[in-house]
């Protein structure tokens, strides 16, 4: 499972877009650090980009909510 989990609801717009980003600089440097020479754990990509569309998912959900509050 995973070491440390996160709780993606709790997080500000800020947040996530910090730890997006983060991600996706880790998803990078694991691809290529994976071309250059295999990795001890590959799954460590896999994990990297769930995180990533994770958030990116909670991110629409702030700004879908934003969006139905300014309607109103």
Known sequence: ??????DYVGLT???LRNLLTDSREKVFQLKFQNATAPIKNPHEIAAAKR???R?????RQ???KKA????K
């Open 55 to 59: 958030c990116m998912t909670h991110l």
């Open 13 to 15: 717009e800020i947040e």
């Open 62 to 64: 702030l700004d879908l």
């Open 68 to 71: 139905a509050g300014v309607k």
């Open 1 to 6: 499972m995973a070491k440390n989990k996160i």
């Open 51 to 53: 995180t990533v569309a």
